[in-house]
């Protein structure tokens, strides 16, 4: 049995040797091949029985016509439109994702954005936070939002045709509420189809109607905010703060917009080393159900333990105040550990070429969680209120004993 996996997929090599000898022991062999770059080979494919992907990599009819042996596909992302699902199946290849692997990375970069941008402009945005696509990532950045005290509702609409209302958060179907909000953060799959297609669901005639200094942010898929459109608004000097990690025709960037937008980055938002690395992880807690071997998955390693050789992925972020924080506070604590504007300047300094925004994503720093940060306080850690922020924003916290 062969298995063949991207290459940039952490610890692939160390897990699928976990898997090596526990089925050698049964008489089952198992080997591991990786590939570079953003598709396998033909001569790659010709062997695989098993495919582990990342989001970059395109599995479609053509693919699988060089792939007569496989008969299962893994991709470590919570998206799912680069694999064809209808051609998988017609292949009888079993294909899965891992739904909310990376929330937490892109509900941090999300945070990350806005805190940036409110210490810069000296004040949170006033106003109303939208965040379209009440899944994985689209809850953990709303929770990470009202963690900085800001006002949150969420725009499903087909979440709620599907009677699926989740009772923790306010989500609706009210476009106009969207357009009026002054943060809009996107968390969606590209859809061209149904009632409720995504692409371009950010169209001229939306981003107009968008309010002046809205705060625009598109971590989920490139096309779901038309770059044409991006264009118009620029050239009328409207006044929006645009974010943007993903893009149209990825990865190539659309560099003329580069200096208008307010953050640029290199579909890095869900790249933490706890998210990648638990993806691969959760991959082959998904193979081992495939292959009907259930011991191999309680034969593999927690995450915390995998996430040993990266040091920043495992070291604490300690803060002390003695009264309760302010907004700068929280914000400042959210940029220690995850600063949007890093990845900014590592895009813009690049040459804006497709291989250098793959090298950008190749090479991707280790990078932490806000999970890793801990608030040490006085009495007013006591108060439920602060308790429940401290929790949105995924830190911890440790009351000082009084004198």
């Not at 034969?299 to 009264?323: F, G, H």
Request: proline share 5%.
């Amino acid at each position: 049995m062969h298995l063949l996996a991207d290459a940039s997929m952490p610890l692939v090599a160390q897990l699928a040797e976990t898997f090596s000898d526990a089925l050698h022991e049964q008489g089952i062999p198992f080997t591991l091949s990786t590939f570079h770059g953003r598709q396998p080979t033909p001569e790659q494919l010709a062997s695989a029985d098993l495919l582990m992907i990342r989001s970059i990599t395109r599995v479609d009819a053509e693919l699988l016509r060089h792939a007569p042996r496989l008969k299962w596909v893994g991709t470590a992302t919570i998206g799912t439109e680069h694999v064809d699902a209808d051609a998988c199946r017609h292949a009888g290849v079993a294909f899965v994702s891992t739904p909310g692997v990376n929330a937490n990375a892109v509900g941090d970069y999300v945070a990350s954005a806005i805190s940036n941008i409110a210490l810069e402009q000296g004040a949170l945005p006033a106003g109303e936070v939208a965040i379209i696509g009440a899944g994985h990532t689209g809850r953990a950045a709303g929770q990470r939002l009202r963690g900085l005290g800001l006002n949150v509702h969420f725009y499903d609409p087909p979440l709620l045709q599907a009677g699926m209302h989740p009772t923790e958060v306010d989500v609706h179907a009210d476009w106009q509420r969207v357009l009026a909000s002054k943060v809009i953060s996107c968390h969606v799959p590209l859809t061209k189809n149904g009632e409720f297609p995504t692409y371009h669901l950010f169209s001229d005639k939306s981003i107009a109607a968008l309010t002046d200094d809205c705060i625009l942010i598109n971590a989920s898929r490139g096309a779901v905010v038309a770059e044409q459109a991006l264009r118009s608004a620029k050239q009328r000097n409207q006044r929006l703060h645009v974010v943007l990690d993903v893009w149209e025709n990825e990865p190539q960037i659309a560099a003329d917009l580069l200096p208008w937008l307010r953050y640029a980055t290199a579909h890095i938002a869900g790249h933490s080393v706890a998210g990648k690395v638990g993806g691969t992880l959760r991959l082959f807690a998904e193979l081992a159900g495939f292959l009907k071997q259930p011991d191999l998955a309680l034969q593999l390693p927690s995450l915390r333990r995998l996430l040993k050789p990266w040091p920043e992925a495992v070291r604490e972020y300690r803060w002390q105040t003695d009264a309760r924080p302010t907004w700068q506070m929280l914000a400042s604590w959210v940029r220690d550990i995850y600063d949007i504007r890093i990845d900014d300047n590592l895009l813009r300094q690049a040459t804006p070429e497709p291989a250098a925004f793959d090298a950008l994503r190749r090479h991707y720093s280790a990078r932490a969680e806000l999970s890793q940060g801990i608030v040490v306080g006085g009495r007013w850690l006591a108060q439920r209120e602060w308790q429940n922020r401290l929790q949105q924003l995924t830190f911890s916290h440790i009351q000082k004993q009084e004198q």
